[in-house]
């Protein structure tokens, strides 16, 4: 077929269309002029403008978790990469299928060291699957589908491609598209799932860690028919960053903490651990204390061949798409199921996450009155006040601890969280989220120091006009940081924690960039706040004052 001839800028946009990207997450300056300028000839790739870098590579991260597919952004050389850096952060550990690309001054000018100049491969490398530069216009229609293809392949993850403007400027001969797209729904070998549904047939208290690959590939079913069948319990994985199991199921047991004794206490009646796409007890702060039951034997299937066996020894480590595993393995359980099995089930009843949120909800309901609005007070009304079908983002810290224990999710889109623990990715992955999943309304619950780490995606929340709902929880403070001053140091004497004088209004803050808002203080106010700012269909935000756990 004839070869189709394009400027540099125009072929670049061109393959990430034929690559089926549909949204740009941008932040424009000279260098990126080139694409600015054919950007309209494009109108299939929308433009969604953030104001701050790591806004930019957050909403792009929201989207590509939200809608499993590849997303663009593109930032602006040297310090808006530097600028980017904690958002690719979070969405290497998210996974998330992104090509980030960056302007890049003129090669050979870049030699001379202009303002704004600095090699880009090496700051992105870190943080991404592939890093290059494009060197010759010719060479683009090799390179971003290459991108497109390795950010697609499980491990999926973001890609950087640095794009200098005199490549830019030449043209190039495209090929008709031709995207590769790499099948990896592969499963074990038939001997392997032999002996591992002997292996989970023997067990005599098998427990499952559920990881995000079950929402990613929509195995809820699959996952808990397993444990149905086995009568194990079910835990999130520690770092439950996506719904990963269906909450109100009998035998799910509510999220592993990440507290490393905990979790050992947790697992040690276990005698199996079955790791079904998770991380492996991903942790946050050191401890001495292994969270794996000494001799504890694991089954881990999981896409991610880096996770299998990473920090623990693993008996069955299966690099594997977990849902066509589970659909070729649970015919071999179903087929000899445990006659224990019911009787497992029937014994996590009284202890499963319906019977804790029950005993939780009585326990947050005795703080109704009190003022500032006790968080978890707060977090049974968000859950209970939720619009129908909505998704929640949430990176509240100390004032969201509870929110797991109310907030019932039932599909594997309804919830997205902090995968690396880097601040900054709620407010504008709430945004990605919502473009992602038109129809569904979106609440983001955010703490007041989180939300400004991403504020001005509240700009972009307005101009695009999306349904998001912005619950603050303001607490005048980085309590976490106070409380772990408290247990880790044993020091109260806070210096950098407080967000006071001045305090900041959220509500004008919100306003100034055009989404309406509204303080609550009082307890009773909220849930008919949060109804009515979800009905709007627009952006809103709503800065509730919650206690600040030092008597303020
Ligand atoms: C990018 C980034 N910067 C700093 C931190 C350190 N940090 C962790 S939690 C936290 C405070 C968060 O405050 P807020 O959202 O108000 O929650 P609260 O602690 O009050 O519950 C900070 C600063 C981080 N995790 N990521
Ligand atoms: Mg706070």
């Not at 704004?116 to 699957?129: D, I, R």
């Not at 797209?181 to 559920?210: G, H, Q």
Request: hydrophobic share 45%.
């Amino acid at each position: 077929m004839a070869k189709i001839k394009l400027s540099g800028r125009s072929a670049f946009l061109r393959l990430l269309v034929d690559e089926g990207v549909t949204h740009m997450f941008g932040n424009p300056g000279t260098t990126e002029l080139p694409i600015m300028e054919v950007m309209p000839d494009y109108p299939q790739l929308k433009y969604v403008l953030g104001l701050y870098e790591s806004v930019v590579v957050g909403m792009a991260d929201g989207y590509a978790r939200a809608s499993n597919r590849l997303a663009a952004c593109n930032v602006h050389v040297a310090p808006g990469l530097g600028n980017a850096m904690g958002a690719l952060y979070n969405a290497k550990f998210s996974g998330s299928p992104l090509i980030l690309t960056a302007g890049q001054q003129e090669q050979g000018h870049g030699l001379l060291e202009p303002l704004l100049y600095a090699p880009l491969v090496p700051v992105a490398q870190p943080f991404v699957k592939w890093a290059v530069e494009v060197t010759r216009a010719e060479d683009l229609p090799l390179i971003v589908r290459r991108a497109a293809k390795v950010a697609l392949t499980p491990p999926t993850g973001p890609v950087f491609i640095s794009l200098p403007g005199d490549v830019l400027e030449q043209d190039a001969e495209l090929e008709p598209a031709a995207p590769t797209r790499v099948d990896a729904r592969n499963r074990p070998s038939d001997e392997t799932l032999a002996r591992v549904a002997k292996k989970l047939l023997a067990a005599k208290n098998p427990v499952i860690i559920a990881g995000q690959e079950l929402a990613v590939h929509d195995a809820f079913g699959e996952a808990a028919e397993l444990a149905e069948l086995l009568g194990a319990g079910v835990y999130q994985q520690t770092v439950a960053y996506s719904a990963q199991f269906p909450t109100e199921h009998r035998a799910y047991l509510g999220a592993l903490t990440r507290n490393q004794k905990q979790v050992r206490e947790a697992l040690a009646p276990f005698d199996l651990a079955i790791c079904l796409g998770a991380d492996l007890l991903r942790m946050s702060v050191y401890s001495p204390v292994d969270p794996l039951p000494e001799g504890m034997p694991v089954v881990h299937v999981s896409e991610r061949d880096w996770e299998l066996g990473k920090n623990h020894p693993t008996e069955f480590a299966l690099q594997a798409n977990v849902k066509e595993t589970l659909r070729a393995l649970l015919p071999l359980v179903r087929a000899a199921r445990p006659a224990a099995a019911d009787e497992r089930l029937a014994a996590l009843a009284p202890r499963n996450w319906s019977a804790q949120r029950d005993k939780a909800r009585v326990a947050a309901l005795e703080a109704a009155e009190e003022k500032p609005i006790d968080p978890r007070y707060l977090m049974l009304r968000i859950a209970e006040s939720l619009p129908k079908d909505a998704v929640v983002v949430e990176e509240a810290l100390t004032s969201s601890l509870s929110l797991p224990d109310f907030l019932a999710l039932r599909d594997p889109q309804s919830y997205y969280g902090l995968a690396s623990g880097g601040l900054g990715f709620a407010l504008p992955g709430a945004i990605g989220v919502s473009l992602a999943l038109p129809g569904r309304p979106v609440v983001a619950v955010v703490g007041d120091g989180s939300a400004m780490y991403g504020i001005q995606a509240l700009w972009t929340a307005a101009h695009e006009k999306l349904p998001i709902t912005y619950v603050i929880t303001n607490n005048r403070s980085y309590r976490i940081l106070k409380e772990r001053l408290i247990s880790m140091r044993k020091s109260d004497r806070f210096i950098g924690m407080d967000i006071r004088e001045p305090s900041i209004d959220y509500c004008a803050l919100a306003q100034s960039m055009g989404v309406p808002a509204k303080r609550v203080v009082e307890p009773q106010d909220f849930a008919p706040a949060l109804r009515e700012a979800a009905a709007s269909g627009g952006p809103r935000l709503l800065e509730v004052m919650v206690a600040d756990g030092f008597g303020g």
